[in-house]
């Protein structure tokens, strides 16, 4: 059997990159390569040889224009050294064939604003949504917990009916563009991800439990097909119990909650794509 491999870009100010590599290693990936963004401009890396591609969190061309805009820019415009193909191309490709993108923090921000979540329709390069400044009109690192929708197509929640994840972020309030896109997601039940009360009952709007203000209590989004996902909180900062706030306090899992999406990943990845 082929190996599984996953991908997971770096630079231009990205910073989670070596722990999404270790979570996607803990999950069960055969193979992990982190790349330079220039390896893919030049041509060095093509997204063809993998089946899991990582866009991590951090503060991508210094969220200048906004979050994650710069970068959406590059990779829509920007064509392969050598090769007359646009760096987009080889996104669409990967998404055509079946394969897996998980963007978490700035990596979401990057894919709403390339336009490929919600992906209705098989709409992959049209932005119908956003993620801009939290309500509170400051920076937030805390720790939320966020309601699993078990209706969701999403293949990185399945199994799960609750996570505790942290969040650290200055612009992660959802938006939609109309009534009609939000009543889509609805609907489509898309949004694998809300924030939630403690006990995971219900979505809230509740400031601090709600760090940004996201319309529809939004912290994670896929699209039709459950393979492409973005969330704001990180869950490759919760792979280990050492890894939680209160873990000198509790008797915890030896495995993080955040372990679980890299799993279902692997797992997808070896069962459908090798």
């Not at 612009?171 to 109309?178: L, Q, Y």
């Amino acid at each position: 059997m082929a190996k599984t491999r996953a991908l997971v870009i770096t630079g231009n100010g990205t910073n989670c990159e070596t722990e999404a590599a270790h979570a996607c290693r803990l999950g069960g990936f055969d193979e992990v390569v982190i790349a330079h963004i220039c390896e893919i401009l030049s041509g060095e890396i093509v997204l063809d040889d993998f089946h899991f591609l990582n866009l991590t969190g951090g503060f991508l061309d210094g969220d200048d224009l906004g979050s994650a805009k710069a970068q959406a820019n590059r990779l829509q415009y920007a064509v392969v050294a050598g090769t007359g193909e646009k760096v987009v191309e080889q996104f669409i490709r990967f998404m055509s064939d079946g394969k897996l993108i998980l963007g978490v923090c700035n990596g979401f921000q990057l894919m709403v604003k390339m336009g490929m979540l919600p992906g209705m329709d098989g709409e992959y390069l049209n932005q119908t949504v956003t993620l801009t400044h939290n309500d509170c009109g400051r920076f937030q690192d805390r720790w939320c917990w966020l309601k699993v929708d078990p209706a969701s197509p999403s293949i990185y929640t399945k199994g799960l009916q609750g996570l505790y994840l942290p969040v650290r972020h200055g612009e992660g309030k959802f938006v939609c563009d109309s009534p009609a896109t939000a009543e889509r997601i609805r609907v489509e039940k898309l949004a694998a991800l809300t924030y939630a009360t403690s006990d995971y009952a219900a979505s809230t709007m509740e400031f601090p439990l709600n760090p940004n203000g996201s319309q529809d209590a939004i912290a994670g989004l896929c699209d039709p097909t459950g393979r492409i996902m973005g969330l704001m909180p990180h869950p490759e900062a919760f792979v280990h119990y050492t890894q939680h706030p209160r873990w000198t306090r509790e008797s915890l899992p030896e495995k993080g909650e955040g372990l679980t999406l890299f799993r279902n990943a692997a797992e997808y990845a070896r069962k459908n794509l090798c």
